[in-house]
């Protein structure tokens, strides 16, 4: 009896290895982490609703400048990734309206050429830089102020703030925001400046000499007429008296 039970016990026993090893050998290996250069994309992808600035950098070519500098030099990037529901806020026809330089401006507008922690927008000078270009008043201003943790971000146009920090790894930074960045170079240019007035003469003496009228030799003629009149009337009386 004892012997069976023993018998029966490593029978089992033998049966639950041989099942664990088959198990484990049809069991897949873990999948290696993922390799290659810094994808602002595929970071984008993978975080899910940003298929509209997605689009917008694959159609500008924008992508392809930021896959080669981040992984060509060791220059940090900061991107402020609006959310479809961001483009969706935007008037209709507002994209469409643009030129295809004005869509590459608006996506590197988002872009400042500098890596950003959330810790580093306390200390910040205003306006910031983008890739758009120049920062001066009436182009590509950026502006961002904290208060407390709330980051908030103004163009002169839009006022919206960081809702979130979707990617940082030491030299790239992507924050999500909930309103697509208007620069006002786009959206609201300024008039070219008036055309100068023209320069007053300062000649005044030769405008007022040239202006005044000239003596006809008609004139001329009457003048001498009387002169000799005159001399013919000394005469006459001279040869009157001496008679």
């Known amino acids: 009896m004892r012997q069976q039970y023993v018998f029966t016990t490593l029978t089992l026993l033998i049966l639950f290895s041989l099942s664990c090893s088959t198990t484990l050998a049809q069991a897949p290996a873990l999948a290696p982490a993922p390799s290659g250069p810094t994808n602002v994309t595929k970071i984008l992808e993978k975080a899910g609703q940003f298929t509209l600035f997605i689009r917008l950098l694959k159609s500008t070519q924008v992508a392809n400048q930021l896959l080669g500098q981040l992984n060509n030099s060791n220059n940090g990037m900061t991107v402020f990734a609006p959310t479809d529901n961001a483009f969706s806020s935007l008037k ?39 890739q758009a270009g120049d ?3 009436g182009k590509f201003p950026l502006n961002v102020t904290t208060s407390g943790n709330s980051v908030n971000i103004t163009t002169g146009l839009t006022n919206t703030s960081v809702s979130g920090t979707i990617y940082t790894d030491g030299q790239l930074a992507v924050y999500q925001i909930d309103k697509v960045l208007q620069p ?34 008609a004139d001329n003629s009457k003048a001498a007429t009387l002169q000799n009149v005159g001399l013919f009337g000394v005469a006459a009386l001279v040869i009157a008296l001496s008679l």
């Open 184 to 217: 006002l170079q786009i959206f609201a240019p300024r008039p070219p400046a008036p055309a100068p007035a023209p320069a007053k003469s300062k000649n005044k003496k030769a405008t007022t000499v040239a202006d005044s009228p000239d003596v006809t030799p």
């Open 135 to 137: 920062s001066g008043d």
């Open 92 to 130: 209709s026809g507002t994209l469409n309206s643009l030129t295809d330089e004005q869509k590459v401006q608006l996506v590197q507008f988002h872009i400042v050429p500098t890596y950003l922690t959330s810790s580093q927008f306390q200390t910040i000078s205003n306006p910031l830089r983008t």
